[in-house]
């Protein structure tokens, strides 16, 4: 009889965890694939704002992991295995190449998500694909020869299996599938699962100012909060308060920092990191000298985007209407102090449910790092964002899924036989 195996959920991590089962000989119709949406990879589909950044185009390893906030030295072993290089390679052998930005970035040469789930379509033909379907139960006992049998219920159906995968991801972006339940299927089975956190999000700003900007991006941002700086990516102002890549590593590393109205965090806003307040004195100066007549609300829009010149203006305490001549020295370093320490701003609360991936997870000290199956439980694995993994946006995130999902198909296909 061949090994039956139960694979919960069709995003990222289990689509390849399928593949890679069925590119290694195992027979289609064993594996079930289990996905509550009507279609498989809707989270997939809307990555990278629809144009998927599946990988980076990093190559160094010490690099690489740096990008992980949580998990980095669990994923090493299989980021490698399955590098950024090789899902390059397998997504170009499968009909999708890709292409890498400058800023290193990878996308299909398409810039369509959709192309990204199409190849799981196609490679995925011949399984037993359970669409429309949510897994509402799971339960594990010892089955002949003391092996780990599982029973997955769903639709008041149980089915037996030999070997089970969680890939459910967390409460990431629920509205695409991911509601939680992995933590709730993952728990039931008695495996250890920390408390989850939202990571890569927005946040929502105590002050109007923000809002008033709602739309206005700022190429190389510098944040700085809690004693630390963060990235130099962009930053852009919405009308809730503040999102974009530099913003999200904010989140990411913060993730377990508590941000309430009552628990706000406190932020300050650099608008350019190239700029030193050296380097703001001297153009505001220079600036100021040459047009001493003119109002330096004016003159300020001539270096900075003019609706944040408005608003620098308007936080600097010093009237708009000051001529330049007449703006004094201190005047003009605190000006420039607000621009290169940053301009300050409250931080309280994030979006839940719009978040793009989740921290924490299921504690990966109980998890085989070459194979993802459970140290705990017998032929049970985890792959993708329920593990305890996270990473900054650039590509790392769906890596991470692609990798471990290839690791655990491999160990699979090569435990089960072909
Ligand atoms: C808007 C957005 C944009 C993003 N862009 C990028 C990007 O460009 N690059 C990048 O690297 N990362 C990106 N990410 C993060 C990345 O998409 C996720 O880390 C990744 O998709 C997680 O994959 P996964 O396989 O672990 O889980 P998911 O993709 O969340 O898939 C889990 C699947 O399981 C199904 N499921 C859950 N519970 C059950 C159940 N009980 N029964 C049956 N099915 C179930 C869900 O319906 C879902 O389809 C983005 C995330 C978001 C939200």
Redesign the pocket.
Known sequence: MPKKIAI????????MLAATLVELGFSPESISL????PR?????A????G?????TGIRSKKELLSKYVRGGDFLEGVLWAFSPKKTAEWFAAHGCPLKTQDDL?VFPVSDS?DEVVAVFERALGGIDLRLS????GVRVKKGEGGRSEFFVS?SETHERFDALVI????A??SK????G??HA?AKSLGHPVTPLRPS?SAYETLEDWTKGLSGLAIPRAKLFSEGASFSEWGLLFTHFGITGPAVFELSARLAFTECSPSTPIFLRISPDASRTFDHWEAEISNAFFQNGAKEWKNVLSLLLPRRLSETVVALSGVSGEKKCATVSREERKSVCRLLSLGIPVTLVGTRPG????TAWGIDTSFVDSATMESKLIENLYF????LDV??V?????????WST?RAAGRAIAEKFGR
């Open positions: 919960i959920g069709a995003g990222a991590s289990g689509m289990f996905e509550r949406n498989m990879g809707k989270k997939v809307i990555t990278g704002g144009r998927c950044n599946v990988t970035r998500a379907t949510k897994v509402e769903h890939s459910t991801g967390w990431a972006y695409t599938g991911s509601d339940s992995g299927l890569l719009e978040e793009f991936v792959t993708g964002e329920v996270d990473a946006t650039g590509g790392f995130n769906l890596q991470s899924c999902g």
